[in-house]
């Protein structure tokens, strides 16, 4: 195997969790195998530490691994990182012994079977960010859907196989249209690699047809307005473990999708879906927020309202501008971080209260003061309270939306206003309503909760108070994407106010000079 650094970094992220899942199937022992799954979480952060050495003035992609897999079928083991996939690589490496932590009394029954999954999904969701192979891509992105189908239907709620299910067609639809596109652009390329296919320009007919094709998978991976209704059942039902790895991870890898297939493989086609996208978006935006306004149920109220927050994520993508793409990506960042947060604590109240209504936990603050302390500083995250890390994302979008256009902006603020609005009425009822009865099981946080819950706090003040670091280190490969994008369309000859028919007609030449020079020169 050919690697950049010596050592294989990234395949030993995706290998460790399958070894060790293989390893869970000898052990009985519910304790084991917490234990040993836990281990293994803890391994994986440190594996993932040389990540962090990433040079954002440095090659394209960094910690490259390659080696021939099906050279007849012209697909090659490729993996690499860049600023696009760099902090969600890492994000999936933290959430994995939260997980295990946050779960420790909570999942009672298949407890071998439970950590099987997680570490299954682990390892596919990792092996999705760092794939620079489309094929490798694509298994990856497969592989990821049987374990999150199981966490939903054997260890979720009442209607688990309801939501299970929905989540399943869904998914499996947009993966269906993805496979086309994938072997469409094997077919015009001639390659299943990333890079390569990135150096290539195509015509706009064949742009515009794959563009939606990749745009509908991953407008219902993320989930957008409106392919999201598969999302709240997946939430409500899924165990707490399930829903921190849906709400920071899974949604991601439709954004993440936009970044590094549509912006720079369908320049032209995104540039004139931008407007189309941008509008659903804040619609998703608006929606979310208006339906989370009205739940009930804290649970389904955070699973709505990350229909608007990843809403934020879209428009940030399909502004087209540094600002907008930069805010969008921290916006993934936090999401996972403070959503992931969120929904950890509702599971570790459901274990007390058995009740995940709004009515049923009010008052909490008198017998629970530092589980609330935590649930404020993340419910404040969620409704980016300047100081913390949503702030930041938040910002940076809604600056390159005025920045390119003072009506989109304004349309987006009243998002962020509904946020404010849902999560002072949650963390006001929670926090200082009445409380209905006295429950016994109305203990603070234990050492272990502690634990669990600790690391994000952290990173919610970290980012919020010196998002430098991140926004230097993801900037440079968002310059990348959008330069290559801009080369593609003014090569083709692409204007802003071209009709669609006209470009009908345009045809890109085989590669774009410069813009393949510059990317063969900074990949291995």
Not at 462 to 490: F, Q
């Amino acid at each position: 195997m050919m690697t950049q650094n010596g050592f294989p970094v990234v395949t030993a992220l995706i290998v460790l969790p399958l070894v060790a899942a293989v390893a869970l199937l000898f052990m009985r022992r519910e304790w084991p195998v917490r234990m040993v799954t836990l281990a293994v979480g803890i391994l994986e952060c440190l594996l993932a530490l040389p990540l962090l050495g990433y040079a954002p003035d440095g090659p394209a992609f960094q910690f490259v691994e390659q080696a021939p897999w099906l050279p007849a079928l012209g697909m090659t083991y490729h993996l690499g990182v860049d600023g696009l996939s760099l902090y969600m690589i890492l994000l999936t490496a933290l959430m994995l012994p939260l997980c295990v932590l946050g779960s420790w009394t909570y999942i009672a029954k298949r407890v071998t079977e439970f950590h099987f999954c997680l570490l299954l999904m682990t390892s596919a969701c990792i092996g999705v960010f760092a794939a620079l192979d489309f094929v490798l891509f694509y298994v990856f992105w497969e592989a990821m859907l049987v374990p999150m189908y199981l966490l939903i239907a054997v260890w979720g709620g009442p209607r688990r196989r309801y939501a299970s299910i929905k989540f399943f067609l869904y998914t499996l639809a947009g993966s269906t249209l993805l496979l086309a596109a994938i072997v469409a652009f094997r077919q015009v390329g001639g390659t299943f690699s990333i890079p390569e296919l990135m150096e290539k320009s195509y015509a706009f007919k064949f742009q515009f047809w794959a563009f939606l094709a990749m745009a509908l998978a991953f407008a219902i991976k993320v989930p957008m307005f409106p392919f999201h209704t598969w999302l709240p059942a997946a939430h409500v039902e899924a165990p707490a473990a399930g829903s921190v790895l849906l709400a920071a991870i899974l949604l991601k890898m439709g954004t993440y999708g936009f970044l590094r297939f549509c912006l720079p493989l369908t320049p032209a086609a995104t540039e004139t879906f931008a407007p189309l996208m941008i509008a659903v978006s804040i619609a998703g935006i608006l929606y979310g927020g208006c339906i989370a306004l009205g739940q009930t149920d804290i649970k389904k109220l955070i699973a709505y309202s990350s229909v608007g927050h990843m809403g934020f994520v879209t428009l940030g993508i399909f502004l087209l501008s540094t600002k907008g793409v930069s805010g969008a990506i921290l916006q993934m960042l936090n999401h996972g971080i403070t959503t992931g947060g969120l929904f950890m604590m509702i599971g570790l109240l459901y274990e007390r209260s058995h009740s995940r209504e709004i009515g049923d936990n009010q008052g909490l603050g008198k017998f629970m003061p530092i589980f609330m302390f935590l649930f404020g500083l993340f419910s404040f995250s969620s409704l980016a309270f300047p100081g913390t890390n949503s702030f930041v994302g938040e910002v940076l979008v809604l600056i390159g939306a005025f920045q390119g256009n003072t009506w989109i902006g304004f349309a987006a603020v009243p998002g962020a206003m509904l946020a404010a609005a849902y999560m002072l009425r949650l963390l006001q009822r929670v926090t200082w309503g009445e409380p209905s009865a006295y429950k016994a099981s109305w203990k603070d946080l234990g050492v272990r909760e502690w634990a669990t819950l600790a690391p994000l706090a952290v990173l919610v003040f970290y980012i919020g108070l010196a998002p430098a670091l991140a926004i230097t280190t993801i900037e440079p490969s968002i310059d990348r994407t959008l330069a290559t994008l801009r080369a593609k369309n003014l090569a083709m000859g692409l204007t802003k106010d071209m009709p669609l028919a006209e470009r009908w007609q345009l045809s890109g030449p085989l590669a774009v000079a410069g813009v393949s020079d510059s990317i063969r020169k900074e990949h291995p």
